[in-house]
């Protein structure tokens, strides 16, 4: 005979199971229930976490990663809390597809921090057609924003305001042999659009241009095209093996003349590459000085990352994955509801809203939040200056 206590307790068992199983039929889209009764709010996010750009990925990730943390250490948003998902794409397009074909089976409330040109442009259609948003894509490219989606939030500024700012500097300075190297790829391409584009307007033109397959650091092709023609300044538009690699052949073949990179290129890990090599190097930069003394959401990046500790150290990158956390979770605390449209409201709410210094611009028609770009310069010790 079974004993009245136990049938009792499996009632209330049976009870608080169905009663959870219906709580979770009843969250939004992309907020799932965890352990405890807490809510997440899940993100998913596309990167490079191995292969010659891993470090792109890794340091957007880890930025993000550290301003969520905190989010979350304080209570979350509206009692959920912020759960990132990254997957490895190693910079391929096809994988960057696969990965957001599941973050859309999965049902996640949005994508975020994307790194990339080609592996955004692949996920594109999915995500136009599945209207779910992207905030915060590591890429400047002009087709991601040109025709506007309406699903796509980029905070950064384009390759056409970095490469605009890129050759007003070369003239200014009277350099006007002008070659590029691009990664053949949509993202090179956006690069030497933008040169090109800058140059026009100058009645200007390059004096040659040269490839480099992505994921490959195979340069000798590209120095025996662009060395021999002697260009005063050579524009790249790659990741940083390949740029560290050109680099390296070009002064050995006797280019004496310099470099300038857009800010896809990870400042950080060029200067890692390139060692006392990176002495004179050129990045244009899309996100405020992360270094010396901070103020605002510098200054709160920096603690951050002193909090964190171990190997981890102020970057660009890293300071637009903790720039873009906190411009996004203001839009989540501004939505008024959890879901995928109440997140566009509140994102778009965003407008001339001060993020710590640096402005964000949003609304209903405007998805590029800043066209803020600056030069800096790398020294041989690993620093980099304004």
């Not at 490895?88 to 696969?98: H, I, N």
């Not at 599941?102 to 040109?117: H, N, P, R």
């Not at 300038?260 to 090599?277: C, M, P, R």
Request: with cysteine; glycine share 10%; aromatic share 8%.
């Amino acid at each position: 005979m079974l004993d009245p206590r136990q049938i009792l307790r499996s009632s209330i068992l049976l009870r608080r199971h169905v009663l959870s199983a219906m709580a979770a039929l009843s969250l939004p889209a992309g907020v799932q229930a965890q352990a405890g009764g807490r809510k997440r709010i899940v993100l998913g996010q596309s990167a490079p976490l191995t292969g010659p750009a891993a470090q792109l990925g890794l340091q957007m990730r880890a930025g993000a990663k550290l301003y969520f943390d905190a989010v979350n250490e304080a209570g979350g948003v509206a009692g959920s809390l912020i759960d990132l998902q990254t997957l490895d794409d190693g910079y391929e397009p096809q994988r960057c597809e696969a990965n957001t074909a599941k973050f859309i089976e999965d049902d996640v409330l949005a994508l975020f921090g994307y790194v990339g040109t080609p592996t955004t442009l692949a996920a594109l259609p999915l995500i136009n057609q599945h209207h779910m948003p992207l905030f915060g894509p590591f890429t400047g490219a002009e087709a991601l924003r040109a025709p506007m989606s309406r699903w796509v939030f980029h905070l950064r500024a384009s390759y056409y305001d970095e490469t605009a700012l890129i050759v007003n500097q070369m003239t200014n300075l009277g350099l006007k042999k002008i070659s590029v190297f691009y990664q053949n790829d949509a993202y090179g391409k956006a690069g030497l659009a933008g040169v090109n584009r800058a140059l026009n307007s100058q009645s200007l033109a390059t004096v040659a241009t040269a490839t480099v397959e992505r994921n490959t650091v195979d340069v000798a092709r590209a120095v025996s095209e662009l060395v021999p023609g002697r260009p005063e300044a050579i524009v790249m538009v790659s990741a940083y093996k390949s740029c560290a690699a050109f680099i390296r052949e070009a002064r050995k073949a006797g280019y004496g003349g310099v470099f300038y990179n857009v800010s896809f290129v990870g400042t950080q890990a060029l200067s890692d590459e390139l060692g006392k090599e990176a002495l004179g190097v050129v990045v244009s930069q899309v996100m405020p000085y992360p270094f010396g003394i901070g103020h605002g959401v510098v200054a709160d990046y920096q603690a951050a990352v002193q909090k964190a500790g171990g190997e981890l150290r102020p970057n660009y990158t890293g300071m637009e994955g903790f720039l873009a956390a906190k411009v996004f979770t203001e839009g989540l605390r501004r939505a008024k509801s959890l879901t995928r449209e109440g997140l566009i409201a509140g994102l778009e709410s965003l407008s001339n809203y001060n993020a710590g210094g640096f402005t964000v611009n949003f609304g209903p028609g405007r998805r590029v939040a800043s066209s803020f770009v600056e030069l800096s310069m790398l020294t041989g010790d690993g620093r980099v200056r304004r």
